[in-house]
């Protein structure tokens, strides 16, 4: 009985897979024209991105340093649709830091007309927007006070147009974003750090109010090797409600009314003077100041003020002497660049930050360079006001650093 059984199970298999295969044979014309009806048309997909590793030698230490991996997702839907995201990998004190740098959807109305939305890089001047990556920042350091914890904002959550357009024989490209905005740093949690702002990627916002901002980029001349660009940026980085609220003595510390106005003018000039080599010549001055505020200092167990102004700059110049018939010092760059930090003079994180870069770049490939560059960093800041001349564990490694780097970008 139980053969009987097992037979008819198998003869019934088969034929209900013979049945299967027919109808999936003679269905599958239709099936694959009803898929490709509801494919999108025109859509790519791009991964890209950059990353960076070498060897670090300071004054300190000398280590090699897998600096960071950050791809870059592209996927677009016909021309007006365009997604973008980028990660960040990080190794800092032996651990793996993975971030979000921006993720955002644009779309396209024409050239002059371009909506975005999600998280994105904040046109601020250029650096930040441009010119940040590895493989193209020139040096393998950042210019002072033009990193994530810089003057200025770098990503943030929110909504933006940008366009540009033709003017005569000269260019305007312009943005205007509105977003979450930074977030005041009070010295609740740490009190070396009150005036500070924060410009992390913040998810949800301290208060009702957001951050609004924009860029205007002028080309005057027609090869666009010049633009000059000024920016500004303007927030109420306080919380509604004060961060010592219950105490009786601080609980009156309330910054709900701090405003910040920031702006920045940028210049970039890039030229192939013939024989002579290609100059490139890049700059940007970022200004800060925010109004008056009392804060705690638990250490003389008082409360302070200060002019809470900061300024940051840089300026640099490149050189590529690309008319040269020589395969290898042809595809040699030189650069110089001088940056310089300066925060509030009665701040507890007061500093006035010099720093000279030199660098010797060769280029492997457009995307691909191995960069030589040496910086000497100072802190002035006991020649103007007296106070501590280092940055303790607040900023970047004072003294000399030389670093032998190779740059990617795929």
């Given at each position: 009985m139980k053969k009987i059984y097992l037979l008819s199970v198998m003869i019934f298999s088969f034929v209900a897979a013979v049945n299967s295969q027919s109808v999936t044979n003679n269905d599958y014309k239709t099936l694959s024209d009803n898929i490709n009806s509801i494919t999108p048309k025109n859509t790519s997909f791009m991964v890209r991105g950059y990353s960076h590793f070498g060897l670090n030698i300071n004054d300190e230490q000398t280590s090699f340093s897998?600096?960071?991996?950050?791809?870059?997702?592209?996927w677009k839907q016909g021309s007006r649709f365009i997604f973008e995201t980028e990660l960040e990998f990080e190794f800092e004190d032996n651990q793996l830091n993975i971030g979000l740098e921006y993720a955002n959807a644009?779309?396209?109305?024409?050239?002059?007309?371009?909506?975005?939305?999600?998280?994105?890089?904040?046109?601020?001047?250029?650096?930040?927007?441009?010119?940040?990556?590895?493989?193209?920042?020139?040096?393998?350091?950042?210019?002072?006070?033009?990193?994530?914890?810089?003057?200025?904002?770098s990503s943030d959550l929110g909504v933006a147009v940008r366009g540009a357009f033709q003017v005569g024989k000269s260019k305007l490209a312009y943005d205007l974003y509105v977003v979450n905005g930074p977030q005041l740093k009070t010295g609740l949690v740490e009190p070396e750090e009150a005036g500070m702002l924060d410009f992390s990627l913040n998810t949800s916002d301290n208060n009702k109010n957001k951050a609004v901002g924009g860029r205007l980029g002028f080309f005057p001349l027609s090869s666009s090797a010049l633009e000059v660009g000024v920016s500004g940026y303007f927030a109420k980085p306080g919380s509604e409600t004060s961060p010592f609220a219950g105490d009786s003595i601080l609980g009156s510390l309330n910054y709900q009314d701090v405003s910040v106005s920031m702006y920045s003018i940028d210049l970039s000039f890039v030229k192939n003077l013939g024989s002579v080599g290609l100059i490139d010549i890049k700059g940007q001055y970022n200004y800060?100041?925010?109004?008056?505020?009392?804060?705690?200092?638990?250490?003389?167990?008082?409360?302070?003020?200060?002019?809470?102004?900061?300024?940051?700059?840089?300026?640099?110049?490149?050189?590529?002497?690309?008319?040269?018939?020589?395969?290898?010092?042809?595809?040699?760059e030189l650069v110089g660049r001088y940056s310089a930090y300066n925060t509030p003079e009665d701040a507890l994180w007061n500093s006035k930050l010099r720093q000279y870069s030199i660098g010797l770049n060769y280029w492997l490939t457009w995307r691909s360079v191995i960069k030589l560059s040496f910086d000497n960093l100072k802190n002035n800041v006991s020649e103007a006001s007296g106070e501590r001349n280092e940055e303790e564990e607040h900023g970047p490694l004072l003294g000399n650093a030389f670093y032998i780097h190779w740059a990617i970008g795929f």
């Open positions: 897998y600096g960071q991996f950050s791809p870059i997702f592209l644009s779309y396209i109305v024409s050239k002059a007309l371009v909506f975005r939305a999600g998280a994105f890089l904040l046109p601020f001047g250029t650096f930040i927007e441009r010119y940040h990556p590895a493989w193209i920042n020139r040096l393998s350091s950042k210019p002072l006070g033009f990193g994530h914890d810089g003057i200025g904002p800060s100041s925010l109004s008056d505020a009392n804060y705690y200092n638990p250490e003389e167990d008082n409360i302070y003020t200060f002019k809470n102004k900061s300024s940051a700059y840089y300026a640099q110049i490149s050189y590529k002497p690309i008319s040269v018939n020589n395969s290898i010092i042809k595809n040699l």
